[in-house]
């Protein structure tokens, strides 16, 4: 009975270990990001519209093609998800997979399994798994938002 406790709190104390990383992962993914090339810069032409807006964006629901600009816009959901804004009604869910290293998370999204990797603070590459070949990784770059 006391090994039946103990293998219980242990898995316990690693769920609740793992759960941490997770919830710090979707905070630091927080907020509106915008399309950027392959070599980061931002997009030009009919595209832009979906890069950061100069004056940056006010609200998820403002996100989009049809709204002030930018891509998306990323908030934490339970279970270590991710509801993420595209200028629809409604958040796509992004339902947590597991961790692929220190910086990358693997999620799935209507049956796509996506990696997204936190290259750098305000730069984030969103790539399918198993890759497609001839289907580039997407990066994002992190948009301002307006106060």
Same mark, same amino acid.
């Given at each position: 009975? /006391? !090994?039946?406790?103990?293998?219980?709190?242990?898995?316990? !104390?690693?769920?609740?270990?793992?759960?941490? &990383?997770?919830?710090?992962?979707?905070? /630091? =993914?927080?907020? @509106?990001?915008?399309? %950027? $090339?392959? *070599?980061?810069? @931002?997009?030009?032409?009919?595209?832009?519209? *979906? $890069?950061?807006?100069?004056?940056? %964006?006010?609200? /998820?629901?403002?996100?989009?093609?049809?709204?002030?600009?930018?891509?998306?816009?990323?908030?934490?959901?339970?279970?270590?998800?991710?509801? #993420?804004?595209?200028?629809? &009604?409604?958040?796509? =869910?992004?339902?947590?997979?597991?961790?692929?290293?220190?910086?990358? #998370?693997?999620?799935?999204?209507?049956? #796509?399994?996506?990696?997204? *990797?936190?290259? $750098? &603070?305000?730069?984030? *590459?969103?790539? /399918? %798994?198993?890759? %497609? &070949?001839?289907?580039? #990784?997407?990066?994002?770059?992190?948009?301002?938002?307006?106060?």
């Amino acid at each position: 009975m /006391r !090994a039946v406790v103990l293998l219980l709190g242990s898995l316990l !104390a690693a769920s609740a270990a793992r759960a941490l &990383p997770l919830d710090d992962f979707a905070a /630091r =993914l927080a907020g @509106p990001w915008g399309h %950027v $090339s392959a *070599t980061w810069a @931002p997009l030009t032409g009919a595209l832009s519209k *979906t $890069s950061c807006p100069y004056g940056g %964006v006010a609200r /998820r629901e403002n996100v989009g093609l049809f709204g002030e600009g930018g891509a998306i816009w990323i908030e934490a959901a339970a279970g270590g998800g991710l509801n #993420v804004y595209d200028g629809g &009604p409604l958040p796509r =869910l992004f339902q947590y997979v597991e961790v692929q290293g220190p910086a990358s #998370v693997l999620y799935r999204e209507a049956g #796509v399994e996506r990696l997204l *990797t936190l290259v $750098s &603070p305000d730069r984030l *590459t969103q790539g /399918r %798994v198993p890759a %497609v &070949p001839g289907l580039p #990784v997407t990066n994002f770059a992190r948009c301002a938002k307006k106060r």
